[in-house]
């Protein structure tokens, strides 16, 4: 088998209301890419009994044995695709699923700026928990993968892809071993037959988006009352931001 036919298992690690939705847009615009969409979010939501819009629809309707979930992310890939892109929240990885699986995909991670997510998560949910933001999960997602692969796995931060879409993806694709394609910068608007049910509680802005949209700064403030996850928050970021590619 050449190297070019040897097929990709892509996890990308983010926590929620990030750009991660049109990430996989961008990867499922790729005709050699088949996406899967938060796999561990039914398994989540019946373990935690969090209350997120159209729970008992996702549960219903989803996988919720995480072993089932680890079999079909480390088997075949789906429609004879070459890469598979896996969309994965990290606060959904819950410390009772085994991880080492883990060595059998090439994970990535997608960070942002902690102010920006707290401000956008309480559009959705008003009174996050840090447990709801993943980023201390995140962090312990990398420093597992980290120690067993003994390198730094990569890192896109948000305002880095949507201020030169182009090069990031570039990188991105130089760090896991793929040919960069012009097809994921831009992409048909609507819904996807690969996203999740909850598509039509979180996806709107994304559904009507064609391409990675321009950054823009945001300097809302961060509730007193959220100062000691804003805080938190902002140490697992700094620590993965040095690492970002760039």
Known sequence: MSQIEVPIRIATWSGPRNISTAMMRAWDNRRDTFVIDEPFYAYYLKATRKQHPGADEVIATGETDWRKVVAQLTGPIPNGKRIFFQKQMTHHLLPDIDRQWLGSVTNCFLIRDPREVIVSYRKKREDPALED?????QMEIFDFVRARTNAIPP???????????KRMLRLLCKAVGVDFTESMLSWPPGF???????????YGEVARSTSFRPYR?????IPEQFG???????????????????
Request: hydrophobic share 25%.
């Open 217 to 221: 700064p945001r300097d809302d403030e």
């Open 192 to 202: 996807r037959e690969t996203d999740g049910i909850w598509a039509k509680h979180w």
């Open 228 to 246: 000691e996850i804003y805080e938190r928050c902002g140490e697992c970021y700094q620590r993965l931001y040095e690492y970002r590619l760039r």
């Open 155 to 165: 890192i896109l931060d948000a305002k880095d892809v949507l201020e030169n879409p």
């Open 133 to 137: 933001l993943g980023y201390v999960q």
